[in-house]
């Protein structure tokens, strides 16, 4: 059972799995072949489904046409049975060999090539198979070399070049010619692929002094003989006993002696081969997105031994390069130790300096905390208003001096009692229920309330209360803060008794057109009752009528008197009073003169509902008067014949009762409009200037309403908004 899951698992796995092969041009252990190998391997390596073959041509040292024939057969027997996602060829065998078994081996296979010397976009044409090719150039820079070699050595008398007749030597002698002719006027440039390695070696021992020698390739001599990179490059090497400097085209000699040079990196090869591969098998991409690098990556990199042997001055190439095979000096061996240590000291320097660096901070810090401490002890008990603060449970844990000499103690007795300590008990519950709220909400909240004291006084007080929260944001407690509004209340007060002083003269004239009328009726039946006597018709039956027609006049005008009076008299407490009341209270006193003031005067109320107020009455009463005044005086001061009309609209919604007073007879200026309520400020020659502004005051600040006033269509509108029940509820509300 165990094995049988471990095939099903296998099986499963290897179904999802992409297959690479990697086809190289040469043998396993051709320093090129395995350094690109190397890399590939390592690259995808941490793809766990990616899969990698790899097989070796071997074609440094098989050429033939039957070889290659052979080799085709062997695969095709050998890959029978295995699906390929993509092909990677390395170098100009293996990449000429995938094209050629496109339609059999390698059908329809994505290909990517490396290490191709002198490649021609024109094969991909012919062969049909742009569509299927990407990969990188290895495009040897024999030019930048020769430039190279001509910087370095200066002097240089005689350039050996040394080359086989590879596939690769051929095609890099065919770039040479030209390079040679530019540089021959410079230098003596022989050229040998012909020799057998007798006759080279002899060739280098001979070299004259002031020599360079450019190794290109050398797997095979003229004679037929083999030679590994490294064992045909060690003889040539010995040849010169050291004399003569060694330049290359490719990295993986620089380990065997080779001076270096503008080279051709197998590892550079291998990287950018193994991200395409990745691009196309992991991130989706297609081959035919991924353009070809014609620009191969080559780098000057040289060999520090040999450059210290030649004493060679490198900054006379004035480009990037890399140095190689540099001696282990102490510091490069233990570099990152050192490095460590280094980076360890230095933070822990900084360390050192921020810690000192923040104990000063801290105790400037804590100088000037103890500082703001006591500037915020002498600003609390400077501050004429009472403020205590306490804690989430409701105990005092201070207060300023205010507070503690509005109740007569010490502020350290002050600490640890409650509100029960000071308010009484319903205004204590009421308070506890508010701080409740506020810790909920995190809010602030402004409440009215009336102190009275031992020794008969009484204080109307604003208490203000907001949240404050401890440094870790949890709810430390409330903070309270008393102000004593009794003298503002009863300035106010008075400022609104002088506003009904200032209307009394319209109230007496009013008075006067309310009493003219009984006055003249009473004249008459005095005067009846008298002719009766006179004609001694006098019945009792006449004497009982006279007094019942008297007295419903003498009662008519004690109303007068008595509505008179109390509109003169201060509200004492709010009370719930009807808006209809307070209007027909307002017309008994000036209706008349109104009327005969030939003034046309509408009211609009609602029919269906009585609306009330809570709130000051009289001091409401005053309003209404002052503003029907003021549009009655304004119309007489016209003196004009026309239609006058006062408009009065009632309405009311949800929250509010809304009042429009208008009246046609003349509009406000706009430069002054937004001043009427300002105290002080009248357009009447004889004005005070406070009959508005007190509005204002009672409408806004007493009754928590607003008034307001614009002109419309040639007329003034007074707008009124005034709360139904407006603190109905809080029975401390100060007068």
Not at 46 to 62: A, F, G, Q, S
Not at 381 to 407: E, M, R, W
Not at 488 to 495: A, D, E, G, T, V
Not at 672 to 677: A, L
């Amino acid at each position: 059972m165990r094995a049988f899951l471990f095939i099903l698992l296998f099986s499963f796995s290897s179904l999802f799995a992409k297959e690479i092969l990697l086809l190289h041009s040469y043998h396993k252990g051709y320093a090129w072949s395995d350094e690109i190998s190397n890399t590939i391997e390592k690259t995808l390596f941490p793809y766990e489904d990616i899969e990698l073959t790899t097989v070796y041509m071997d074609t440094k040292r098989n050429t033939q046409k039957n070889y290659i024939d052979n080799l085709a057969l062997l695969y095709k027997s050998k890959f029978e049975n295995r699906k390929f996602d993509l092909i990677i060829t390395s170098d100009n065998n293996a990449f000429d060999f995938a094209l050629q078994q496109k339609n059999t081996l390698f059908k329809n296979l994505p290909i990517l090539f490396c290490g191709v010397n002198n490649f021609e976009q024109t094969l991909l044409e012919t062969e049909k198979m742009t569509h299927l090719v990407s990969g990188v150039v290895e495009q040897v820079d024999l030019e930048k070399n020769f430039k190279l070699i001509s910087t370095l050595h200066p002097n240089t008398k005689k350039l050996l070049i040394i080359n086989d007749k590879s596939k690769t030597g051929l095609a890099i002698k065919k770039d040479l010619i030209p390079i040679i002719k530019m540089y021959k006027k410079k230098f003596e440039i022989e050229y040998i692929d012909n020799m057998d390695i007798k006759a080279i070696k002899q060739k280098v021992k001979n070299l004259p002094k002031q020599s360079v020698m450019l190794f290109i390739l050398f797997s095979k001599d003229s004679q037929g003989e083999y030679f590994t990179y490294k064992k045909g490059f060690k003889k040539i090497k010995e040849s010169t006993k050291n004399l003569v400097p060694i330049y290359g085209l490719w990295d993986f000699y620089l380990s065997h002696g080779l001076m270096g040079g503008l080279l051709t990196s197998a590892i550079s090869q291998g990287e950018i081969i193994s991200k395409m591969a990745i691009d196309i098998l992991q991130n989706g991409k297609k081959i035919n997105d991924l353009r070809i690098i014609t620009k191969s990556p080559n780098h000057y990199i040289f060999n520090y031994k040999e450059v210290k042997k030649h004493n060679i001055n490198l900054k006379l190439l004035n480009e990037k390069y890399t140095l190689v095979n540099e001696p282990n000096t102490i510091y490069k061996k233990y570099k990152q130790f050192f490095i460590v240590s280094i980076f360890v000291v230095i933070i822990l320097t900084i360390v050192v300096i921020i810690l000192r660096a923040n104990i000063q901070r801290r105790k400037i810090l804590e100088r000037d905390l103890q500082n703001i401490v006591k500037f915020d002890k002498v600003l609390l008990n400077t501050i004429p208003s009472a403020i205590y603060y306490k804690n989430k449970d409701g105990k005092i844990l201070g207060s300023n001096q205010a507070f503690a000499d509005l109740f007569q103690m010490k502020k350290q007795d002050v600490i640890g009692k409650t509100a029960y300590d000071f308010y009484p008990k319903e205004l204590a519950l009421k308070n506890e229920h508010i701080d409740k709220e506020l810790f909920k909400t995190l809010g602030k909240n402004r409440s009215e309330l009336t102190l009275h004291f031992p020794d008969n006084s009484m204080k109307h007080i604003i208490l203000n209360k907001a949240v404050y929260l401890n440094s870790d944001s949890s709810i430390g407690g409330i903070v309270c803060i008393m102000d004593d509004i009794t003298e503002r209340l009863q300035q106010k007060q008075f400022l609104i008794q002088q506003g009904k002083l200032a209307e009394m003269g319209d109230m007496i004239a009013a008075i006067a057109h309310q009493w003219n009328e009984p006055l003249v009726e009473l004249s008459a039946q005095v005067q009846d009752i008298q002719t009766s006597y006179l004609l001694d018709e006098l019945q009792k039956n006449n004497v009982d009528q006279f007094v019942k027609e008297s007295m419903v006049q003498i009662q008519y005008m004690s109303k007068t008197l008595s509505d008179f009076r109390n509109f003169l008299k201060p509200s004492t407490k709010r009370v719930l009073f009807s808006v209809k009341e307070s209007f027909d209270e307002i017309f008994e006193i000036i209706g008349k003169q109104i009327f005969y003031s030939n003034i046309d005067l509408e009211i609009i109320y609602p029919e269906d509902k009585e609306l009330l107020i809570y709130g000051y009455e009289n001091e409401f009463k005053q309003v209404l008067l002052n503003i029907i005044n003021n549009a009655k005086n304004k119309i007489l001061d016209k003196n004009k014949e026309g239609s006058f009309k006062i408009s009065i609209n009632i309405s009311s919604n949800e929250k509010h009762t809304l009042i429009k007073i208008c009246d046609n007879g003349g509009t406000i200026d706009e430069k002054v409009i937004h001043s009427i309520f300002d105290p002080y400020f009248t357009t009447k020659k004889d004005g005070t200037g406070f009959g508005l502004y007190m509005a204002k005051v009672i409408i806004e600040d007493k009754m928590h309403g607003q008034i307001t006033v614009h002109n419309e269509n040639n007329l003034v509108v007074f707008s009124l908004k005034i709360p139904h029940l407006s603190g109905k509820s809080d029975e401390n509300t100060p007068t």
